[in-house]
């Protein structure tokens, strides 16, 4: 089974700086199959990027995803009042098929 | 615009059999390039992938719920539904349906329901 550890746990930042989040994979996947989202308090998840680095419907610019192999990056250029929310990753393909990072909660500082 | 919508008692009792529904409106079910999904969320906690079904009625499961699980759907009402036996106390969660889109090579969940909480208690 593939793990997925997504750091740092918590990052807190203030609006207007840039935000990097890491997701280390335990064995090597594909990049085709690493998407991230975003959840908000009391809101399902929203997908933000696929395929490692294209970003979904509507998700702004300052959002930006990069990496291959075991390690992935979530880049938010400059954070906004709304970005603060908690990330999470996921990969397709190794069973069991879909899994997801813990989270990385980003907090106003 | 795609929207799914999870409906399915609140409350069930231990040793009880879970069931949901996902209603899926603004596009059919029956769409080649799409998987129907079901994920959850333990209260606090990450998110745990159940299952997907094809409109064919191909499925695959978590292996780690996969004895208790059954996912079903009915293209006539545009729905597809989940099933998970022998409830326990750590089956307790937020309940989400999510679409796949797996047409463009991608298997990303791109558009989800509000979640439905389901309380295991006697």
Redesign the interface.
């Given at each position: 089974e593939i793990v997925l550890t997504q750091s740092p746990g918590t990052l807190s930042l203030s609006p207007g700086e840039r935000a990097t989040l890491s997701c280390r994979a335990s064995q090597s996947i594909s990049s085709?199959?690493l998407?991230w989202?975003q959840q908000k308090p009391g809101?399902?998840?929203?997908?933000l990027i696929?395929?490692a680095s294209?970003r979904?419907t509507g998700i702004p610019d300052r959002f930006s995803g990069s990496g291959s192999g075991t390690d992935f990056t979530l880049t938010i250029s400059r954070l906004e009042p709304e970005d603060f929310a908690v990330y999470?990753c996921?990969q397709?393909?190794s069973?069991?098929?879909?899994?997801?990072?813990?989270?990385t909660k980003l907090e106003i500082k | 615009q795609v929207q799914l919508q999870e409906s399915g008692p609140g409350l069930v009792k231990p040793s009880q059999t879970l069931s949901l529904t996902c209603t899926v409106s603004g596009g059919s079910i029956s769409s080649g390039g799409y998987y129907w999904s079901w994920i959850r969320q333990h209260p606090g906690k990450g998110l745990e992938w159940i299952g997907y079904i094809y409109y064919s009625g191909s499925t695959y499961y978590n292996p780690s719920l996969k004895s208790r699980v059954t996912i079903s759907v009915d293209t006539s009402k545009n729905q597809f539904s989940l099933k998970l036996s022998s409830v326990t106390a750590a089956d307790t969660a937020m309940y989400y349906c999510a679409r796949i889109t797996f047409w463009s090579g991608y298997y990303p969940f791109d558009y989800w329901g509000q979640g439905t909480l389901v309380t295991v208690s006697s």
């Amino acid at each position: 089974e593939i793990v997925l550890t997504q750091s740092p746990g918590t990052l807190s930042l203030s609006p207007g700086e840039r935000a990097t989040l890491s997701c280390r994979a335990s064995q090597s996947i594909s990049s085709t199959y690493l998407a991230w989202y975003q959840q908000k308090p009391g809101q399902a998840p929203r997908l933000l990027i696929y395929g490692a680095s294209s970003r979904a419907t509507g998700i702004p610019d300052r959002f930006s995803g990069s990496g291959s192999g075991t390690d992935f990056t979530l880049t938010i250029s400059r954070l906004e009042p709304e970005d603060f929310a908690v990330y999470y990753c996921q990969q397709y393909g190794s069973s069991p098929v879909y899994t997801f990072g813990q989270g990385t909660k980003l907090e106003i500082k | 615009q795609v929207q799914l919508q999870e409906s399915g008692p609140g409350l069930v009792k231990p040793s009880q059999t879970l069931s949901l529904t996902c209603t899926v409106s603004g596009g059919s079910i029956s769409s080649g390039g799409y998987y129907w999904s079901w994920i959850r969320q333990h209260p606090g906690k990450g998110l745990e992938w159940i299952g997907y079904i094809y409109y064919s009625g191909s499925t695959y499961y978590n292996p780690s719920l996969k004895s208790r699980v059954t996912i079903s759907v009915d293209t006539s009402k545009n729905q597809f539904s989940l099933k998970l036996s022998s409830v326990t106390a750590a089956d307790t969660a937020m309940y989400y349906c999510a679409r796949i889109t797996f047409w463009s090579g991608y298997y990303p969940f791109d558009y989800w329901g509000q979640g439905t909480l389901v309380t295991v208690s006697s």
